[in-house]
């Protein structure tokens, strides 16, 4: 991709409305766009890095053995009602009517419709467990929809469910999603810890929230700093290991503010294992049992011939809210430097040659570049070249701002087939292009094996 033919419409300066990091990084290098409060279109630098995180989350769900579906964003009233929840979930749920005068509603979520399907195919207790995701935009109206995408009217959710005979088995189903999420937040280069959460309108009394630290985060968290040490190595889909995996993180304190008790936390913690402080949200995981299989008559035939209400439980990922995290965590605003983890970057890398103003289309540099990019394009390397007659610091400023993890410069340093590298935050080394594939290939392969 040559930068003069991509819709990339970045700002001079930062933009007066937006309060924090990622906000303003999102406009400042046309990311996204508002088009009304709290709904915003995704640009191609914010769309791509969206994608590319779904990607992992699809990945890492299909590892645990979720199955991927996709239901409408628009649903009739007409179940949540049976749940109950219609009036319940107030005016945070977008109602509309159709042309039939019928009530028809946004999805807030889905435990409902999903409910549905399921309570229309499946009978007996041999066809479970059953984990099913989709990845489908949500609408919440939200009172105050701030923060860009981070708090935001419409986004975009993983949002997966388990449907299971016994408490036993959907307490497995539980764990699995958990081990997945440690996985997924890994991928993304990010530290995400499960915290003991209330669980508001979804229901159900075991419920994890993952919280990445942010001091722009909405959520306040208490908890013991050791849970920081762990991670999920060693894991695996077995009812032993996970149940152990989750003992390992809930033998912290670890809760966000609905559920702090201070009396608790000083006796549990000692002083200077004590952290207070906020963080971003970034998934949700909820066990509810028969809370909506029971209104909605989702049973299955039990072996002795009994009938029982399927026991259920939640689990979201905010994939539009990933980006934003991953920017509050990852980019470095007083020196406006950003550097996306490799797995996720808008482009992988940059080619930035220094072009001859008078005679750009002969320029030397820039048939280089060309024949630079065709290599790392035939190599699976994400790549933009800067074609633009800018100076050279400018293009390097651009994209520092971008994000770019890896640049080739092709200016004084460069000589023959010997051309500038730089990582960002590294030394800038001299390397021939193969050198440089296969530095990056190598990079890519480590953040796919990082569990
Ligand atoms: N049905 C359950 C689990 S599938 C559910 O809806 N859970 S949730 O309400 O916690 O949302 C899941 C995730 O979506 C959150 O952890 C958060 O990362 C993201 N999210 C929720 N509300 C918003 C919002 N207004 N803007 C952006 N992301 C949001």
């Avoid at 179940?79 to 042309?99: F, P």
């Avoid at 229309?120 to 066809?127: R, T």
């Avoid at 229901?203 to 968290?221: C, P, Q, R, V």
């Amino acid at each position: 991709m040559y930068i003069s033919k991509t819709f990339i419409p970045i700002l001079k300066n930062n933009p007066s409305e937006a309060k924090i990091k990622s906000h303003q990084l999102m406009l400042r290098v046309g990311m996204i766009k508002q088009s009304s409060a709290g709904i915003y279109s995704w640009l191609p630098v914010g769309f791509k890095v969206m994608k590319k995180i779904e990607k992992i989350v699809r990945e890492e769900q299909n590892k645990i053995g979720a199955q991927e579906i996709l239901m409408p964003t628009i649903q009739s009233s007409e179940i949540w009602k049976e749940s109950g929840r219609y009036e319940d979930y107030g005016n945070e749920m977008l109602r509309i009517k159709d042309r039939q005068n019928r009530e028809m509603l946004y999805g807030p979520t889905n435990e409902e419709l999903v409910t549905d399907i399921f309570r229309s195919s499946i009978k007996s207790y041999k066809s479970l467990p059953q984990l099913l995701y989709h990845i489908q935009w949500k609408f919440r109206d939200e009172v105050r929809p701030r923060f860009g995408i981070m708090r935001c009217r419409e986004f975009y959710m993983k949002d997966a469910y388990s449907f299971d005979v016994s408490d036993d088995d959907a307490f497995y189903s539980y764990n699995k999603f958990f081990l997945s999420y440690l996985r997924t937040f890994k991928r993304l280069d990010l530290t995400a810890i499960p915290m003991a959460a209330d669980t508001g309108p979804i229901g159900g009394n075991l419920s994890h929230e993952f919280i990445i630290l942010a001091d722009t985060g909405e959520s306040k968290i208490f908890t013991d700093k050791r849970i920081f040490n762990l991670d999920s190595q060693g894991s695996v889909i077995d009812r032993k290991s996970l149940e152990d995996l989750r003992k390992k993180y809930e033998q912290f304190y670890s809760v966000t503010d609905e559920k702090f008790n201070k009396e608790e936390f000083e006796k549990e913690v000692s002083e200077e294992n004590r952290l207070i402080t906020k963080g971003i949200e970034v998934g949700h995981i909820f066990y509810f049992g028969d809370k909506y299989s029971k209104p909605l008559n989702a049973a299955v035939d039990l072996p002795g011939g009994k009938k029982d209400f399927v026991k259920m439980g939640s689990y979201g990922i905010g994939v539009s809210r990933l980006v934003g995290a991953i920017i509050e965590a990852k980019y470095n605003d007083k020196e406006e430097i950003m550097k996306w983890p490799l797995a996720v970057a808008p482009y992988e890398c940059a080619i930035i040659p220094m072009i001859n103003k008078r005679d750009a289309k002969l320029d030397i540099n820039l048939i280089k570049s060309e024949q630079i990019y065709n290599y790392l394009i035939k190599n699976n390397i994400d790549t933009i070249v800067d074609d633009t007659d800018e100076n050279l610091s400018s293009k390097i400023k651009k994209f520092n701002l971008i994000g770019v993890p890896y640049k080739i410069i092709l200016g004084k340093n460069s000589n023959g087939d010997v051309f500038e590298f730089k990582e960002t935050g590294k030394e800038a080394q001299k390397l021939k292009v193969d050198q440089i594939v296969n530095l990056i290939n190598e990079q890519k392969a480590k953040s796919w094996f990082l569990h």
